[in-house]
C-alpha cells in the first residue's frame, strides 16, 4: 500500500512538473527545419525507428542504414540499408543531410564514420547528431560500468528491451572532443549544445524523481551549465 502510495505521488509529481508541453528538443527543431529543404536524407543508425519522427517533405527520400536488418521495421525510412557507418553502401555527394541519434555513443571509431558521412554528404550538405553526454552523471557512471551489464541496467531504469541495447564507447561524448572529431573528418563551422528537459533516468521513483529534476533546474539555469546536461546535439556542415 505504501508504495502504491508513492507510485502515485510520483506520477503526480511528474506530471506536474513535465506533464505540459514540454520544450522541442533543438535537434527535433533543427531537422524539422533543415528536412523541409533536403531532397535526399540519410539516417545513420536508423534502426527500428522506436518514438522517431518522420520531418521529411513528402517528395523527400529518407534512407535508413544500421548494422541490424531491424532497419527494415522502421516505419519512417522509405529504403532501409544495411551496412556499417564505417563503410556506408553509397556513392559519394548522394544526400543533402545526414541525420544520427542516439548513435555516437556506440562508435568505436567515430571520426572514421564522420568521414564517410562527409563523403556521402554533398557539398554544402548537413550532418544532425543527437547523442549522450558523457559528462552528465548517468552516462559517466555507465562508462564505468561492464556493457555486459547495461541491458539489464537500462532495462530497469527505462523499460526499453535488452535487444535493442549495444555496446557503448563513449569516444565522442564531449562538447570539446565532439567538435574536434567533426572537424577532424572534414566539417566546418560545427555547434554543439547540451540539452536537458526531463530528469534523466530517475525517473523511476519518488526520492530519485526529486533529484533529478533537481538535477535539471539547475542545469538548466544558465547555458555555462550545459556541459552537465543531459544530451548533446551537433549540427555541422560539409
Not at 544558465?222 to 543531459?230: E, G, K
Request: with cysteine.
Amino acid at each position: 500500500m505504501i508504495q502504491g502510495a508513492l507510485l502515485s505521488l510520483r506520477d503526480r509529481l511528474y506530471r506536474r512538473l513535465y506533464g505540459g508541453r514540454p520544450a522541442e528538443n533543438p535537434f527535433d527543431a533543427r531537422y524539422r527545419t533543415a528536412a523541409q529543404s533536403a531532397g535526399r536524407i540519410l539516417d545513420v543508425g536508423a534502426g527500428r525507428g522506436v518514438k522517431h519522427t518522420r520531418f521529411a517533405a513528402p517528395s523527400a527520400t529518407v534512407v535508413g542504414a544500421d548494422p541490424t536488418r531491424a532497419v527494415a521495421e522502421n516505419p519512417h525510412i522509405d529504403r532501409a540499408v544495411i551496412c556499417n557507418g564505417e563503410e556506408l553502401a553509397f556513392e559519394s555527394a548522394t544526400f543533402d543531410l545526414c541525420v544520427m541519434r542516439w548513435v555516437v555513443e556506440h562508435l568505436a571509431n567515430p571520426v572514421t564514420t564522420f568521414r564517410e558521412v562527409a563523403r556521402v554528404l554533398r557539398p554544402g550538405g548537413r550532418l544532425l547528431i543527437l547523442t549522450s553526454n558523457l559528462r552528465f552523471y548517468a552516462y559517466a557512471t555507465a562508462a564505468m560500468i561492464p556493457n555486459r551489464w547495461h541491458p539489464w541496467i537500462v532495462r530497469l531504469t527505462s523499460g526499453r528491451a535488452e535487444e535493442d541495447v549495444f555496446p557503448t564507447y563513449y569516444r565522442a561524448n564531449t562538447r570539446r572532443r565532439l567538435q574536434i572529431l567533426l572537424a577532424r573528418a572534414g566539417f566546418s563551422g560545427s555547434t554543439v549544445v547540451g540539452f536537458q528537459n526531463a530528469p534523466g533516468y530517475l525517473g523511476f521513483s519518488l526520492p530519485t524523481l526529486v533529484i533529478g529534476a533537481t538535477y535539471e533546474r539547475i542545469v538548466n539555469l544558465t547555458p555555462a551549465l550545459q556541459t552537465f546536461r543531459q544530451c548533446l546535439v551537433a549540427d555541422a556542415h560539409k
